[in-house]
């Protein structure tokens, strides 16, 4: 089955936190005694990993929002390297 069609519904891992640092004007993902900067709209992407929407509502919102974006291809990777980090659960 195709990561974009997967039953997953991505979450946050419980000990990281996702803040808007207003400073530098980007998101970060706060882990355990480490910082992530996002880069792009990896915040956006990783703000709608609340639990409750699959990978492939994650992708139908972002394509809405980002028409042409190549949110289809791209957004399904993205999420699974967050989960093979361990940053997605």
Do not use: N
Request: glycine share 8%; aromatic share 4%.
């Amino acid at each position: 089955m195709p990561e974009s069609e997967s039953p997953w519904r991505p979450a946050l891992a419980p000990a990281l936190m996702l803040r808007h640092d207003s400073v530098r004007g980007t998101d970060l993902l706060l882990l355990p005694e480490r910082v992530v900067v996002l880069e792009g709209h990896a915040g956006q992407i990783v703000g709608l990993c609340d639990g409750t929407r699959t990978v492939r509502a994650i992708v139908d919102e972002l394509a809405e929002r980002y028409p042409g974006a190549p949110v289809a291809t791209e957004v399904p990777s993205f999420l699974d390297r967050l989960h093979q980090e361990g940053w997605l659960k």
